[in-house]
């Protein structure tokens, strides 16, 4: 412990089934080994490692279902927190929406598992920050920034005879770099399942010069723009557009999706023809689990087509009372583009504004999906093809839905993270018209 | 205030799990082994000695350890039904250490005197390791140890000892209430938290803290299905820091008005009554026309605006750069604050922070690292004169000693500087909301929080609500929605024309108070009277979506 392989999980898993006398018994292991470090003001500021385990055994008599977990893992332990969920099941008011556990399941293998993530230590850690320093000094710069890693396996087993595992490696990096006199700020961030395909001297390189060419920040009037979202600003609007894509909410009538009458926009035509958005465990540049938590596999799964909204994610209880098929929700989601680098977009734009960060997403109105926030450390006007000086930040209020239906054209996609969620996807840099800022801010 | 910490879990690839994982939450347990008092304080006293003996023979020239056991409770209804009720427990050891100028921090779920010694040595490796990236030495403010004392919240009745079926009874009580007065879809629950928290320094402290927090919370939905259209309105409970007395309504603590609103005791069936009268008034209210108007914020909604545009900037770790790359820095710089006369606020705003403040979710009897808490001042008759500093922050402020607001998670997140409760003062004369709203002219009255988004400097924020009076003439002449207002922080405190008198003041709060990477969430609580601000920039959020 902390991380078992599958045929350790697997050994443990049956024993733990072994002493199950309820209708049905699902388990569940969980083991983590991660470490991150944090610095600020051109310093290490706090840092950690945290290793945890833990085993959860889910009873059900009939409708009735209880829970229960422990991180021991003897025989004695096994026992008592099966007839622990046992006795809890018992206890439990009937949950009208309980669905039987699922039987066996065919998951096609995962490469979420990089062994050089794995090796990740401390020293590997105060290194590449030590890196990222120097490159904050040369320019002269104040840097904080943050590097996680971690190394984690999930595996799920059942009475009715399914198993499924999976490993998994991380590593994220984003910074902040700040000109002395704090009049200029720039960040970037990259996070990979590959800790090798990390490059934090680049990741600081691209935060330096965003923090000096963003100095002295001229103020523009709100108003509505074409922008050109760099991939970190556009994954934070587009998250929300995945993750709005339920459909009991739908159907419930309480979500953007939501029509009257009691139907739904799904089959139809709710985006520009240029959107399409997938989730593919598959994906090389974005592999994830092949199996949902509730061990459902994962495949790949059109969202939006042509701008048409072609699946909603079901729950298990959902789909059978709709009575169509319960397609789960990916980690993670591929949103196509083109083949235009970010400065051939610029090239193109004759007057714009480029946004390299949103900051502080929050909904404004469910019903339109509408969003409010901030640009942040890094935003520039564009006028004849070129960045003619840096802009100061401005509050937009947008919705997803309403910014892809003004698509102008869509940029090369890669992999970022949400600085809102952590979430990874594969984001191209979006260009937009009538993008709506409604404020000026003069935060740097 | 932060997202759900599941989106993270589940994009690093550790979604499939069927509890939430998250140690804050932890393992489930039996509502009854809830109550079962934790390990002895003897042993607790052994344990943290092994973690302290450990990390000085690496050589630490600090340690604290925290030994924690944390206890959730949720209770969750919808509609006619039971949704789910958790029971998590979450208990490990965390230790912080100073070697070689640097601090290390490592934590274990076995508490065990090897896992225990194992991890201390960890955290000094990881210390040594961070002192290779040049930099100033740790200075820590001095802190006399306080031997072997212990504190408890203030409680009646600790909400672990109601059993479930009644927490579900009245909760389908609410729920039943509400589906009769015509709403679609109704959300209810019963949160609890119980933090047993162990202490220990090499400063000779040995504090043993029970804190109790609990939050009940609901949430009314109604669909025009012929239009499409729907709307909601949340419960005007805050999260205290209390037990279940909570839910137990005294006259004397309802306020009323336009509508009832609650000050340390909450009647939820009442409440949920005109929740569901509310927001049938939401569906046919009028469109805000966008404008300049008069804000008066009831403290159900100003709690949200005095956290966002108040506390954070003056948290110190921001002011310094330590949130840089996160939650970002403040432009309450220390040029400001040194000049002794930038005007944050009009000379009607008094804003103090107190951790040890009554009912509140931040009250605690000694801070993460084993402090006692204090109650200062931050911006006194508008001039901003403080900022809130921990241990190693306080000599760059000239402080002699800590003010006693470091905070972790749990026991396997660092502690570091989080805010206390942060609260505006009530007005100094007597004055009345209904006297407030005579003397507006064209104004808007908004009561419950709702959306809310500020910069990472804290100037611009814009916030919405749950409920909005429209005032005309010195009347309310009904209800508006599709309203938020933006401004500008200084501008908006310096707005501030009338605050009502203390017969009006409450706390609000939230649990979710976000900073950090990793991120880890904070528990306060924001008091205030209601309050007037002129001229603010109203604008219309309601838009077209095909």
Known sequence: MPILSKEQAETLLKKVLHYSTADECQVSLYGSDAGNIRYARNAASTSGGVSLTQLAVSSTFGKRNGIATINEYDDASLEKVVRRAEELAKLAPENPEYISILGPQEYADSVTFVPATAAVDPKYRADAVQQSLQISKDNKLTTAGFLENSTGFNALMNSKGLFAYNAATNINFNVTMRTADGQGSGYATKGYNDASKLDVAAVSRYAASKATSAANAKAIEPGKYTVILEPAAGIVLLENLYFGLDARQADEGRSFLSKTGGKTRLGEKLVDERVNIYSDPHYPELPTATWSDDGRPLEKTTWIENGVVKNLAYSRYWAEKQKVKAVPQGNGFIMDGGTASLEELIKDTEKGILVTRLWYIRPVDPQTLLYTGLTRDGTFYIENGEIKYPVKNLRFNESPVIMLNNLEALGKPERTVSGETNMHAIVPPLKLREFTFTSLSDAI | MKRKDFLQWSAMGLGAFMLPNIPAFGRSIDPLEALHEGIDVKLKKELSDVALNAAKAKGATYADVRIGRYLNQFVLTRETRVQNVANTESYGVGIRVI????????????????????????????????????????????????????????????????????????????????????????????????????????????????????????????????????????????????????????????????????????????????????????????????????????????????????????????????????????????????????????????????KAQPHSLGAVGYDDEGVAPKKWELIKDGVLVNYQAIRDQAHIIGLKESQGCCYAQSWSDVQFQRMPNVSLQPGKDTLSVDDMIKNIKKGIYIMGNGSFSIDQQRYNFQFGGQTFYEISEGKVVGMLKDVAYQANTREFWNSCTAIADKRDYRLGGAFNDGKGQPSQSNAVSHGSSTARFDGVNVINTARKIG
Do not use: C
């Not at chain 2, 009580?173 to 933090?195: D, M, R, T, Y």
């Open chain 2, 99 to 354: 070697a070689n100028g640097s601090w290390g921090f490592a934590a274990t779920n076995k508490v065990t005197k090897e896992d225990i010694a194992r991890t201390a040595e960890r955290a000094v490796a990881v210390a040594k390791a961070n002192s290779r990236v040049p930099a100033d030495p740790v200075q820590l403010a001095p802190q006399k140890g306080y031997g072997e004392v212990t504190w408890k919240t203030p409680i009646e009745q600790s909400a672990f000892a109601v059993p479930v079926r009644d927490k579900v009874d009245l909760l389908l009580k609410v729920n039943s209430i509400a589906l009769q007065g015509g709403a679609n879809f109704v959300n209810s629950g019963i949160f609890a938290s119980n933090e047993q928290k162990y202490f220990a320094s090499t400063d000779g402290s040995y504090i043993d803290q029970d804190i109790h927090r609990i939050y009940p919370q609901f949430n009314v939905t109604k669909i025009d299905k012929a239009s499409g259209k729907f709307e909601t309105r949340a419960s005007f409970s805050s999260p205290m820091g209390m037990g279940y007395e909570y839910l137990t309504p005294t006259p004397e603590s309802k306020v009323s008005g336009l509508v009832t609103r609650y000050k340390d005791r909450y009647d939820i069936l009442e409440d949920v009554k005109n929740a569901t009268a509310d927001v049938t008034q939401k569906m046919t209210a009028k469109s805000v026309e966008p404008g300049k108007y008069d804000l008066l914020l009831d403290p159900s909604h100003l709690w949200l605006t005095i956290h966002e545009s108040v506390a954070h900037p003056t948290e110190l770790d921001r002011v310094l750069g330590y949130e840089a790359n996160y939650a970002g820095t403040s432009f309450l710089t220390l040029d400001k604050w040194r000049s002794g006369n930038f005007q944050f606020g009009s000379k009607l705003v008094n804003i103090v922070a107190d």
